[in-house]
């Protein structure tokens, strides 16, 4: 074995998905093409002007510069307790069912190295965010995917799966609204998965990283404002996309107090916990005014709806998102997920993602990421229906 060979675990997993779309982009841009990016979701409007004040006064404070408590402010609790019954409706005790993460994507792979031994399963949204494979892997275990079914509304079909998988797994990973499909959660899974999870012993982590992006009028719940979701499971809540804080790393765990207590003393091992100032700032987010959350989703949907007649105009069809900042959109026929996407690059050096990217049940499928300016939406669009139609 060579001296910088990496672990069996780590060449296990496939490469990151957008390190190869930049690695693309950046070949096409140093041969000075124009290339607009609807790849990556990650929000191009400022944080709101009040957050970024109160982490300016956090920051000047003397006693943020320590390292941070894994169990988080007194504020930080606060906040996310009162958010949760303001907006939620769902009472969550500060002391013990809350608790920071350096975002949503760190508090996921933890999640995996607090719960999974070598021969558990996870239990995954497929398509879905990478890490719901990736950390089960990391942490020497099995993922299961479990296929989210158009016809269905994008839910697993629970039905279908294996008693074997049902029987070593550990943890269930799902997100709705779901990244990539855009999906809002269909009725009654919420129940059924608790149901399954009690079945079953298996910790539900609901993945809520879009609840505050929605449209037409649509509120998202939390997973735990379901009955009996505090006994089987957690949520992670994220400021990264609903506030335009992906840089800021601020979300938190919530809910079951023993599974939360599990993941703070795994969190004890690894990392020393969220910069206050962060969590100052983060408390702010969630205690000020809706105003500039409405004022996003306003621009995501007019930016959804450019995005979506453009679509139908190459002869695309696709049903508008009620949530998230992504279109999902089937490929036109004779194409796969990679073929098209390599397609629309080539032509209209456009950058979308191939679904099969999310995992094995997103080939087929291709996502547009809304959080590129509006003028730069509209050239790519522009571009797409001049070279594709
Ligand atoms: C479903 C989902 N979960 C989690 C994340 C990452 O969130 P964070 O920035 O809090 O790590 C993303 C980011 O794209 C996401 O789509």
């Not at 409405?294 to 007019?302: Q, V």
């Not at 995005?307 to 959109?329: C, E, F, R």
Request: with cysteine.
């Amino acid at each position: 074995m060579a001296l910088t060979d990496p672990s069996k675990r780590l060449e296990a997993m496939p490469p990151y998905m957008f390190a190869e779309l930049e690695r693309k982009v950046a070949g096409k841009r140093a041969s000075g093409i124009d290339v607009i990016s609807l790849g990556i979701g990650d929000p191009d409007m400022p944080t709101p002007d009040h957050v970024v004040a109160a982490m300016q006064a956090a920051v000047a404070e003397n006693g943020n510069q320590k390292y941070p408590s894994n169990r988080g402010r007194e504020e930080f609790r606060n906040a996310f307790s009162g958010f949760y019954e303001r907006r939620f409706g769902v009472e969550i005790d500060p002391e013990t069912e809350v608790m920071p993460a350096i975002g949503a994507k760190e508090c996921i792979y933890n999640l995996c190295f607090a719960f999974l031994d070598p021969g558990d399963v996870a239990l995954a949204s497929d398509p879905g965010y990478p890490v719901y494979t990736g950390g089960p892997i990391l942490a020497g275990a099995a993922p299961e995917v479990l296929p989210l079914v158009p016809e269905l509304g994008f839910a697993p079909d629970l039905d279908a799966i294996s008693p074997e998988a049902l029987e070593r797994a550990r943890l269930i990973f799902l997100n709705y609204p779901n990244n990539p499909t855009g999906a809002i959660v269909p009725d009654g899974l919420f129940e059924r998965v608790i149901e399954l999870a009690r079945e079953h012993d298996i910790l539900v982590v609901h993945d809520n990283a879009y609840s505050e992006t929605t449209y037409d009028g649509y509120v998202a719940p939390s997973f735990l404002a379901t009955p009996g979701a505090k006994e089987v499971g957690v949520e992670v809540f994220s400021l990264s996309k609903g506030f335009n804080m992906t840089g800021w790393r601020c979300a938190a765990i919530l809910g079951n107090a023993d599974a939360v207590s599990t993941y703070w003393r795994l969190k004890t091992n690894v990392d020393s916990g969220l910069f206050e100032a962060v969590q100052l700032a983060g408390a702010a987010a969630l205690d000020g005014p809706r105003e500039p959350i409405e004022e996003m989703n306003a621009i995501y949907a007019r930016r959804r709806d450019l995005v979506v007649d453009a679509l139908g105009a190459i002869g695309v069809d696709v049903a508008s998102p009620k949530g998230t900042i992504y279109v999902w959109a089937p490929v036109p026929e004779g194409h796969t997920s990679v073929s098209f996407c390599e397609l629309v690059l080539e032509k209209a050096a456009v950058v979308i993602s191939p679904g099969s990217m999310y995992g094995p049940s997103g080939e087929g499928f291709f996502r547009i990421s809304l959080t590129t300016p509006d003028e730069r939406i509209t050239e790519a669009v522009e571009r797409m229906r001049d070279h594709l139609s």
